[in-house]
């Protein structure tokens, strides 16, 4: 799905309402919408609280008012400043409804079996305060359901960051896609459950949207479905690819190990570990069907790349940091193969990414780099990816085009981002992933669909939402060893469905 800015859905509204629907009629739509899912949540003639704002927002909630109340629910309606003030559809949305209009002046609400945020969209441009950042933190300290229109109410549609307070809801509903912040911590935690609703826009109207933002995505099968590795009748080992996993000293193989297993369930023909001599007893006595090779330094491991047929080579996870792992991802960049850089092959490059970016350039490697926040920090120290008040995408997309890899930036809300500037939100996932390990394994998943011939962002989104599919199967008590035994029934419940 992809998903639109604040900004690009006003270029929609607009578009729409050039090719003849009237505003007017989006706004009964999406207020229609709105009443609908409250009526849901509602029992029986059950009463609700609408709070509505000073814009269409507001407008939305007058008429899920009135549509309400028609159906015969009780309906106590707030408005934050006076409704005379109100201009345009939102005015009129205003005047169909008959019932009293109480001053939202953080006077005390009444009990109710729900509240509907429609006081602030998505396009709010400034913090809450005064009044209304009293209305919002009054809502949340009552703790009673709310339903949140379009987003909640202090939260931002681009970046998902919270301006001074915001809603808590239990349901959004939001309109033609959803928006970037309503993936990003911590707008997706202050959603609650996603509903999306079409108001009559039509195809042209969004292909105007589209056209007016960079591709950004919400991650899922219908993103990389076509590019996931199909075997035939003729596939074996050698076609599926063959991935070198690089491992540090005995006393730290684990973590290579996790990855080497899940570049093996997820379809990687071959899969080899290469480790210091002194290592290759401790991984041997864990390893069946990976394979072993002894490599102690970058001269090693440009001897072993010279077998072409190691197509993919994944380096960090227990690696060791320093000069030494710098070596190791300089030889592995120069060698053109496909190229998976996680822990301490990136925070080998702390405060370096133009070097690490000038290695990746050498050999024309198809990299993928994958760093959780500290990681991003540590690598990224001094760059535009960390420019203070960026959002995680603007941040993601600025790291890629840096290096010229598709970065991983992971975390609840994953961001995954391309150098050509495509990316995505992953909201899949489960944070029971949140363990030690968890990260080798999402590495070697990659690495493993790189192998086998997917391009690097495909592959990258894919392997994040495998990983994710795994812990929403699993929950509590996950381990990082779980993940790769998860997978046969992840690929054949979930990848296989998307083929056609």
């Given at each position: 799905m992809r998903l639109l800015t604040v900004a690009a859905m006003r270029r929609v509204d607009a578009a729409a309402i050039d090719g003849g629907v009237p505003g007017l009629a989006l706004m009964e739509a999406a207020g229609a919408a709105v009443a609908d899912r409250a009526r849901a949540r509602l029992p029986a003639g059950g009463r609700v609280v609408v709070l509505c704002g000073p814009g269409n927002n507001g407008g939305d909630?007058?008429?899920?008012?009135?549509?309400?109340?028609?159906?015969?629910?009780?309906?106590?309606?707030?408005?934050?400043?006076?409704?005379?003030?109100?201009?345009?559809?939102?005015?009129?949305?205003?005047?169909?409804?008959?019932?009293?209009?109480?001053?939202?002046?953080?006077?005390?609400?009444?009990?109710?079996?729900?509240?509907?945020?429609?006081?602030?969209?998505?396009?709010?441009?400034?913090?809450?305060?005064?009044?209304?950042?009293?209305?919002?933190?009054?809502?949340?300290?009552?703790?009673?359901?709310?339903?949140?229109?379009?987003?909640?109410?202090?939260?931002?549609?681009?970046?998902?960051?919270?301006?001074?307070?915001?809603?808590?809801?239990?349901?959004?509903?939001?309109?033609?896609?959803?928006?970037?912040?309503?993936?990003?911590?911590?707008?997706?935690?202050?959603?609650?459950?996603?509903?999306?609703?079409?108001?009559?826009?039509?195809?042209?109207?969004?292909?105007?949207?589209?056209?007016?933002?960079?591709?950004?995505?919400?991650?899922?099968?219908?993103?990389?479905?076509?590019?996931?590795?199909?075997?035939?009748?003729?596939s074996h080992k050698y076609t599926r690819g063959h991935a070198l996993v690089l491992s540090g000293p005995a006393t730290k193989t684990g973590a290579a190990r996790l990855a080497a297993r899940g570049a093996l369930r997820v379809g990687a023909g071959l899969v080899t570990v290469?480790?210091?001599?002194?290592?290759?007893?401790?991984?041997?006595?864990?390893?069946?069907?990976?394979?072993?090779?002894?490599?102690?330094?970058?001269?090693?491991?440009?001897?072993?790349?010279?077998?072409?047929?190691?197509?993919?080579?994944?380096?960090?996870?227990?690696?060791?940091?320093?000069?030494?792992?710098?070596?190791?991802?300089?030889?592995?960049?120069?060698?053109?193969?496909?190229?998976?850089?996680?822990?301490?092959?990136?925070?080998?490059?702390?405060?370096?990414?133009?070097?690490?970016?000038?290695?990746?350039?050498?050999?024309?490697?198809?990299?993928?780099?994958?760093?959780?926040a500290g990681e991003f920090a540590r690598l990224f120290d001094g760059t535009d990816a960390m420019a203070e008040g960026a959002d995680k995408v603007t941040r993601s997309r600025a790291a890629a085009a840096l290096t010229g890899a598709v970065v991983v930036f992971k975390g609840a809300d994953t961001v995954i981002a391309a150098p050509d500037g495509r990316a995505a939100i992953n909201d899949h996932g489960s944070p029971y992933l949140g363990t030690a390990g968890s990260g080798d394994v999402l590495c070697g998943l990659i690495a493993g669909l790189l192998a086998q011939g997917m391009e690097p962002f495909a592959a990258a989104a894919a392997g994040v939402w495998l990983h994710g599919d795994a812990g929403l199967r699993h929950g509590p008590g996950l381990i990082a060893e779980d993940i790769p035994e998860l997978m046969p029934a992840v690929l054949r419940d979930r990848v296989e469905s998307t083929r056609g």
């Open positions: 909630g007058f008429v899920a008012a009135r549509r309400l109340a028609e159906a015969g629910y009780a309906v106590d309606l707030f408005c934050l400043g006076e409704p005379s003030k109100l201009t345009g559809d939102a005015a009129h949305a205003a005047g169909t409804w008959t019932g009293p209009v109480r001053a939202a002046d953080g006077a005390a609400l009444p009990s109710c079996d729900l509240v509907i945020d429609a006081l602030f969209g998505a396009g709010l441009s400034r913090d809450l305060d005064g009044a209304a950042r009293a209305l919002v933190e009054a809502v949340n300290a009552a703790g009673g359901p709310v339903l949140a229109v379009d987003v909640p109410s202090g939260v931002d549609g681009d970046t998902g960051a919270v301006r001074g307070s915001a809603i808590r809801a239990v349901e959004t509903v939001t309109f033609v896609t959803f928006k970037p912040g309503h993936l990003l911590e911590p707008g997706r935690s202050l959603c609650g459950q996603l509903s999306l609703a079409d108001i009559g826009t039509g195809p042209a109207a969004l292909e105007a949207g589209l056209a007016a933002c960079a591709p950004l995505y919400r991650n899922g099968p219908e993103l990389w479905g076509r590019d996931f590795p199909r075997l035939t009748a003729a290469a480790s210091p001599a002194a290592a290759i007893a401790e991984n041997a006595a864990h390893l069946t069907a990976i394979m072993l090779r002894p490599c102690e330094s970058a001269d090693d491991l440009d001897d072993l790349l010279t077998d072409e047929r190691l197509n993919v080579i994944l380096a960090g996870p227990g690696l060791g940091t320093g000069e030494p792992t710098r070596e190791r991802v300089a030889v592995a960049a120069a060698a053109g193969r496909g190229l998976v850089l996680d822990a301490d092959a990136l925070t080998s490059f702390a405060g370096k990414a133009p070097l690490l970016a000038a290695h990746l350039a050498d050999g024309d490697a198809r990299a993928v780099l994958t760093p959780h």
